[in-house]
């Protein structure tokens, strides 16, 4: 008699990942369109995505798979609202996630509050944890911990919302005295280039601060150092192993039409900076930056992915600017184009992300 049939297989089960976007900091049209490059290029055959959108107000909505609707354009700034989905309460209404990729960038986001809120429901993220997350996004924190670890940053001073309002005479001061001009006066924690403004003289001090302070009551003011603007792309190690650095890539600003590399010419204008992957740059340089990328990325314990700003000199030294740990993330941004130039597909880059969220457990690690 012959055997039985053997019982069929069951299909292996996709991976759910919820890609989170949208929120509620001045990055949110931003976080939409980094959204829709991952979701155009995510593998459906490997996994289940779910988008879900948070608007301006704080509202989660599972959002429909259109990637183009949020989509960045020069006349058009993608936003979720209410009427782009169903309404949900937060992670407890959506179901099932094996991981989620929090592509929120800025305040209520990048910051360590989504991920604090991961870490409580024991969900798997793409990404720093909350401490790394919280430093990253605060440039006057992150330039302590830089100190800390005897890294190379250059002078600043932080205005405290408090001090501003009560004796902001004695802070432009402190800034003349302590900061050589042109200075840079931007938000602590913003990113996107949102509320920054170049000033070359202590007459535009003022009016540049509260500029600042409409996107974060607290300042920074960091000295202009002259150079080229060099980024780094660095990604966590599997398995224990240590963090790997790209190739680093240049924001090459026309000085004719951009002061600097402002929010037009990063994300709407295609004439005011160009970005160069590789960098061209002496091999002794380059290694330079990405080994400081990497000791960067350790300094505030970074995992999954960062990109590390620094300025090379004229005389070649490498002198760090900042760390973003949910770098922009569209297919023309900088943190994949550098991976694009070491070897790494944007495809491959989103699955080894994903990868590197599902092998690390929520918690204390």
């Known amino acids: 008699m012959a055997d039985a049939d053997p019982t069929p297989a069951e299909p292996t089960r996709k991976i759910r990942v919820a890609l989170l976007f949208g929120g509620r900091s001045g990055e949110h049209a931003i976080s939409a369109a980094t959204a829709a490059g991952v979701m155009k290029a995510i593998d459906r055959e490997k996994y289940d995505v779910l988008p879900v959108g948070i608007t301006r107000e704080g509202q989660w909505v599972l959002a429909g798979g259109d990637a183009s609707r949020y989509e960045l354009s020069a006349d058009h700034l993608p936003e979720v609202t209410s009427e782009t989905g169903t309404a949900v309460a937060g992670l407890g209404e959506i179901g099932h996630v094996d991981v989620v990729f929090p592509l929120l960038h800025g305040p209520f986001g990048e910051d360590g509050t989504i991920q604090g809120l991961l870490e409580l429901a024991d969900v798997r993220y793409v990404g720093c944890g909350v401490l790394a997350s919280a430093v990253g996004m605060d440039k006057h924190y992150m330039k302590l911990v830089f100190a800390g670890h005897g890294l190379p940053v250059g002078p600043y001073v932080v205005v405290q919302p408090r001090e501003w309002e009560q004796r902001q005479a004695e802070v432009v001061k402190r800034v003349s005295d302590q ?108 290694e330079r930056i990405r080994d400081l990328a990497v000791r960067a990325f350790e300094a505030i314990g970074g995992e999954g992915l960062s990109r590390v700003d620094v300025f090379v000199t004229p005389h070649g030294e490498v002198v760090l600017n900042e760390i973003n740990t949910m770098p922009g993330f569209t297919p023309i941004s900088m943190y994949p184009k550098m991976w694009e130039a070491t070897g790494l597909s944007y495809a491959e880059l989103i699955d080894e992300l994903i990868q590197l969220a599902l092998e690390r457990p929520t918690g204390l690690r």
């Open 179 to 286: 900061l050589a001009f042109p200075v840079f006066v931007k938000p602590a924690r913003a990113g996107s280039s949102l509320g920054v403004t170049r000033v070359d003289d202590v007459s535009g001090l003022a009016e540049a601060i509260e500029a600042a302070r409409f996107h974060d009551p607290k300042v920074l003011v960091e000295q202009g150092i002259a150079g080229r603007e060099i980024e780094c792309a660095v990604l966590g190690g599997r398995g224990g192993a240590a963090p790997r650095a790209s190739v680093p890539g240049e924001i090459v600003v026309d000085h004719d039409a951009a002061d600097f590399y402002d929010f037009e010419a990063k994300y709407l204008s295609a004439s005011q900076a160009r970005t160069d992957a590789p960098a061209d740059l002496p091999d002794e340089v380059a």
